[in-house]
C-alpha cells in the first residue's frame, strides 16, 4: 500500500479525485433532453413580421459565417421565434436556472454573468428586458476562473500560445519561462456575432441538465460568462466542433455519450400550438439503420432509414459541420450545384453547413436563381406572384394561390460522398399561410418559397457556400456522428419520437 506521503500516495489521492469529480456522469449509452423552441407569437404584431424578423436573422448570420476574420467569433445572432433552448442548471444555492439556445455553428457553452453591462439595450421592449434579467447568473463559490497556461484558455483565444495569453495576464518571466502561472486568470476573450458582440472569461463549475433523462451533472464543466455584452445577447449551449463545446467536454469523459448526438426538430410552421410539445436532443446512440441510396431491394423508401453524408474539414471554420452538396432537384429537373459547394478550399471557401441556428436555408446566387426559375415556371404559370408580400416577408418568390390544392413540385438535396439524397417535406420549404391584408384588400391564401438567396461566389469567399437551416431540419431526425465524421438524416415524427424515446428512459 502507498505511504500518505509518497509520490504514489498522491498519484492515487489524484486518480481517486477524478473519478470523483466525473462519476456524476452517467454510464449508459443515451441521454434524452427536451428542446424548447422559441416561437411566442405575442412577440410580433403579423406573420409578416414574424418572416421578415426569421428571414433577416438567417440572412446575417449567414453573412457573418463568412466574415469571420482576425477574431474568434461566435456564430450568432439567433432569433427569437425560431431557434430551440435546452435548460442548464448552475451549482449555486440556490440553484440557477438558465435557457441557452442550441448552436451547431459555435463551440462553446456561454451565458451573461452579473456583474453584467449591456450596451445599446434602451431600445428593448419591457417585457424582452425582464426575459434577459431574469437569466443573469451569479457565479458560485465553487466556480474557478480557467488559468492562462491551459488548453482550454488557448482555445477561447484561437489557439493563441499559452506563454503570450499569459503575458497579457501579466505573469512575470521568470514564470512563464518555467510554466509556473498556475494563479494567473484567462485573460477576457472577445466574441463577436452579426449584430453584436460580448466579452467573457472562462470559468470552471458543476453543471447540471437537469430535464435529461437520465439527469446529468458535469462537476468540471468549462463554460464563458460575459460581463460585457452589446444588444443583449442570450447564452448559447455551443454544439460545434471544438474543444470547448458540450458535446466535446462530455466526449473527453463519456465518450458514449459524447461522440454522437442527435435531434428532432418538431414541424411547427410557425404555429405555437405544435411547439408546446418538445423537440428530442438525444446524446449518446440508439438502434439505427443506416441508409445509402441505390442499395436496391426498395430500401429507398424504408423510413426507418438513414441518409448518410461525410463531414468535410474546413482550415478557416473548424467548429463548422460542413457536407457537400451535388445539386437540388425541383419537379423532374435536377440542378447541379456549383464546383465550390462540393469542397471547401485552404481558404475556408465551399461547402453547405448545417446549422441549428440559422432558421432559413440560404443558397449561393447563382443555385438560388435556378430553384426559383423552375418554380416561377412550374408554379409562377398557374399562380399570380405576390410581390407586396415578397417585401413584406424578405421571401422570394410568393404566389397568391387559388382554392385548389397549390402545384408546387417536390424538392430533393443531393449531397456528396456516398450518394445520400434527402427528399424535403412540402411543409419544409413553401410556407402556406392566409394574409390578412391592409385593410383594403381581403384575406388570401399565400405560398413562399422558404429557401433564401446567399450572395455570389464572390461575396462567399473565405466562408461557407451555403446554410442548411433548422427549418429545412423540421421532421428529420438529424445525426451529427463525431466519431465517424458524417451526418445523418432520418424522416421521423418528432413528437411521437420524443414519446417513444421518454417512455423507455422512465
Known amino acids: 500500500m502507498a505511504k500518505p506521503n509518497s509520490p504514489a500516495f498522491f498519484i492515487l489521492c489524484f486518480s481517486v479525485l477524478c473519478f470523483l469529480l466525473h462519476v456524476s456522469v452517467s454510464r449508459s449509452q443515451q441521454l434524452l433532453l427536451p428542446l424548447t423552441h422559441s416561437l411566442s407569437t405575442t412577440q410580433f404584431a403579423s406573420t409578416h413580421h414574424l418572416l421578415k424578423s426569421a428571414s433577416a436573422r438567417s440572412a446575417s448570420r449567414h453573412r457573418h459565417h463568412r466574415h469571420h476574420k482576425a477574431h474568434r467569433q461566435v456564430s450568432l445572432p439567433l432569433s427569437p421565434g425560431s431557434d430551440y433552448t435546452l435548460s442548464f442548471t448552475l451549482n449555486t444555492s440556490p440553484p440557477q436556472h438558465v435557457s441557452l439556445y442550441l448552436d451547431t455553428g459555435s463551440d462553446l457553452v456561454w451565458f451573461p454573468c452579473r456583474p453584467f453591462e449591456c450596451i445599446l439595450c434602451e431600445g428593448e421592449t419591457e417585457t424582452q428586458s425582464s426575459a434577459a434579467a431574469a437569466i443573469l447568473a451569479n457565479l458560485s463559490s465553487s466556480a474557478a476562473a480557467v488559468p492562462c497556461k491551459s488548453a482550454a484558455c488557448s482555445a477561447a483565444h484561437s489557439n493563441l500560445p499559452s506563454s503570450d495569453l499569459c503575458a497579457i495576464a501579466n505573469c512575470p518571466l521568470e514564470l512563464i519561462e518555467t510554466s509556473d502561472c498556475h494563479t494567473y486568470k484567462c485573460p477576457s476573450f472577445y466574441y463577436a456575432y452579426g449584430d453584436g458582440s460580448l466579452v467573457a472569461r472562462l470559468y470552471t463549475d458543476a453543471v447540471t441538465l437537469p430535464l435529461a433523462s437520465p439527469s446529468l451533472k458535469l462537476r468540471n464543466f468549462t463554460f464563458g460568462c460575459a460581463h460585457t455584452a452589446l444588444a443583449e445577447p442570450v447564452g448559447v449551449a455551443g454544439f460545434g466542433r471544438g474543444v470547448l463545446s458540450l458535446p466535446a467536454q462530455l466526449a473527453a469523459d463519456s465518450p458514449q455519450l459524447g461522440n454522437r448526438f442527435s435531434y428532432c ?230 413528437a411521437s419520437l420524443w414519446e417513444t424515446l421518454n417512455q423507455v428512459q422512465g
Do not use: W
Request: aromatic letters at 10%.
Open 265 to 494: 426538430l418538431v414541424s411547427h410552421s410557425f404555429e405555437s400550438d405544435r411547439v408546446r410539445r418538445p423537440s428530442p436532443l438525444i446524446l449518446g446512440r440508439y438502434e439505427e439503420k443506416e441508409k445509402r441510396v441505390g442499395g436496391g431491394g426498395g430500401e429507398e423508401d424504408d423510413p426507418t432509414r438513414y441518409f448518410y453524408t461525410s463531414l468535410l474539414e474546413n482550415p478557416k471554420h473548424p467548429y463548422f459541420y460542413t457536407v457537400g452538396l451535388e445539386g437540388i432537384s425541383v419537379g423532374k429537373r435536377n440542378i447541379p450545384a456549383p464546383a465550390f459547394l462540393k469542397k471547401v478550399d485552404g481558404r475556408g471557401t465551399g461547402g453547405l453547413v448545417v446549422d441549428s441556428g440559422t432558421t432559413f436555408t440560404m443558397l449561393p446566387a447563382g443555385l438560388y436563381n435556378s430553384v426559383v426559375a423552375e418554380f416561377e415556371n412550374r408554379v409562377g404559370r398557374v399562380h399570380e406572384r405576390a410581390r407586396e408580400i415578397e417585401g413584406n416577408t424578405g421571401l422570394s418568390p410568393c404566389y397568391y394561390l387559388n382554392d385548389a390544392v397549390a402545384s408546387v413540385p417536390s424538392l430533393v438535396l443531393h449531397f456528396s460522398g456516398n450518394g445520400s439524397s434527402v427528399v424535403m417535406p412540402r411543409k419544409n420549404y413553401f410556407y402556406e399561410y392566409v394574409d390578412g391584408g391592409n385593410g383594403k384588400k381581403g384575406k388570401r391564401k399565400v405560398g413562399c418559397l422558404m429557401l433564401m438567396n446567399g450572395g455570389d461566389e464572390e461575396e462567399l469567399s473565405g466562408g461557407p457556400g451555403a446554410t442548411l437551416g433548422n427549418y429545412q431540419q423540421q421532421g428529420f431526425e438529424v445525426v451529427y456522428d463525431l466519431e465517424k465524421s458524417k451526418v445523418g438524416f432520418g424522416r421521423r415524427e418528432c
